[in-house]
Antibody
Framework: EAQVTQNPRYLITVTGKKLTVTCSQN?????MSWYRQDPGLGLRQIYY?????VTDKGDVPEGYKVSRKEKRNFPLILESPSPNQTSLYFC????WGPGRTVTQYFGPGTRLTVL | AQKITQTQPGMFVQEKEAVTLDCTYD???????LFWYKQPSSGEMIFLIY??????QNATEGRYSLNFQKARKSANLVISASQLGDSAMYFC?????????????FGSGTRLSIRP
């Protein structure tokens, strides 16, 4: 089954404790992206990757890191989480390139609370 | 800078009526894509429809159609014959389609409620 998986689905942590949220897709998609969703603000893109070893900032990259060492995985790293990073996080993937279908497939979301 | 505006925070519609959700955008790029997503109360994001900036015809997917007016920079979603299951948040989004960059921005969403 074609899917995007995220782990963990729920996480409560404390300020300053490094954490990683994993994202994996099994569709051989070039494009992967992380978003955060906050009430009234819609989804905001944190980072995206157009292929292996190619990453770029979205609109709200501060406080986050990503890496794309393999095509299927795109982990989101919070080196020193703060309470303002409490949010619902989505990973998504799609094909990328001229003339290709660009439908984004979303993971189920990770609800992060930073105390 | 790119921008997406959804001016309707919430809408109530009678079942079986058609509904139009507004979306306006701003970009200086000639190549871009416009999307609509549905987010039901369960939280998952569901792709509905896509329109490329160079597409001549409005996109349609079943009961969903995208009313693309390029000169006015609007990309409204039309749902025909609404159903109770259409009650959800709806997000409009725009994607850069450059060879070297592909940021995506979302609007703040419209909460659609269908009355029986």
């Amino acid at each position: 089954e074609a899917q995007v998986t995220q782990n963990p689905r729920y996480l409560i942590t404390v300020t300053g404790k490094k954490l990683t949220v994993t994202c994996s897709q099994n569709m051989n998609h070039e494009y992967m992206s992380w978003y955060r969703q906050d009430p009234g603000l819609g989804l905001r893109q944190i980072y995206y990757s157009m292929n292996v070893e190619v990453t770029d900032k979205g609109d709200v990259p501060e406080g986050y890191k990503v890496s794309r060492k393999e095509k299927r995985n795109f982990p989101l790293i919070l080196e020193s989480p703060s309470p303002n990073q409490t949010s619902l996080y989505f990973c998504a993937s799609s094909l990328w390139g001229p003339g290709r279908t660009v439908t984004q497939y979303f993971g189920p979301g990770t609800r992060l609370t930073v105390l | 800078a790119q921008k997406i505006t959804q001016t309707q925070p919430g809408m109530f519609v009678q079942e079986k009526e058609a509904v139009t959700l507004d979306c306006t955008y701003d970009t200086s790029d000639p190549s871009y894509g416009l999307f609509w997503y549905k987010q039901p109360s369960s939280g998952e994001m569901i792709f509905l429809i896509y329109q490329g900036s160079y597409d001549q015809q409005n996109a349609t997917e079943g009961r969903y159609s995208l009313n693309f007016q390029k000169a006015r920079k609007s990309a409204n979603l039309v749902i025909s014959a609404s159903q109770l299951g259409d009650s959800a948040m709806y997000f409009c989004a725009m994607r850069e389609e450059k060879s070297s960059a592909s940021k995506i921005i979302f609007g703040s969403g419209t909460r659609l409620s269908i009355r029986p």
